[in-house]
């Protein structure tokens, strides 16, 4: 039998928004679940856009939270967004994780905002901590920096300039 179709299949892998995004021929890549139970997708970044319409058409009306960490000095950079369903009843909320990773030479995830409103500052600050390029984004600029900062303070790979760290103190 052919492993593809196993997958393809498997609850183990796959939760329902998988199952339904596969329904649909949307690209993306499951990921399985977190110690809570909540289904984890990976979305190319060129996909993103196209495939973010299609939780909130599902129902995930709510993003929780976005937010990006660098995955290994000289590896990927990852932008999570953590996708809810608000519904009249909140204690049967619903929810979903999603990761892009992108190169760390060239990041750029299209931006959500005009899907999802709270992404704004969320992007911004994966922009001003990691060189995120959110293209689309708005008001993409940094947020915590001053705009005369040079690099990405959260990256495994950064040096902090005219730092000198302290050696034999005593």
Known sequence: ????????????????????LTKHKFSHRPLGF????????????????SVAVAPYAYGFNYLRSQCAYDSAPGGP????????????????????????FVPRKDPR?????WVWKSSDLQERES?????????????LRRILMPESWVGWPLRKDYVVPNFYELQDAY
């Open 127 to 139: 922009y001003d901590m990691l060189g995120i390029i959110h293209e689309g984004h708005p008001h």
């Open 1 to 20: 039998m052919n492993t593809t179709n196993i997958d393809k299949f498997n609850i183990e892998t796959r939760g329902r928004l998988s199952a339904w």
């Open 77 to 100: 950079l990852v932008s999570v967004y953590h996708l809810t369903q608000i519904r009249d009843q909140p204690d049967q909320s619903e929810e979903v994780c999603t990761k892009i």
């Open 109 to 113: 995830i299209p931006s959500v905002y």
């Open 34 to 49: 977190d110690y809570r139970g909540v289904e984890t997708l990976q979305v190319k970044s060129e996909e993103w856009l």
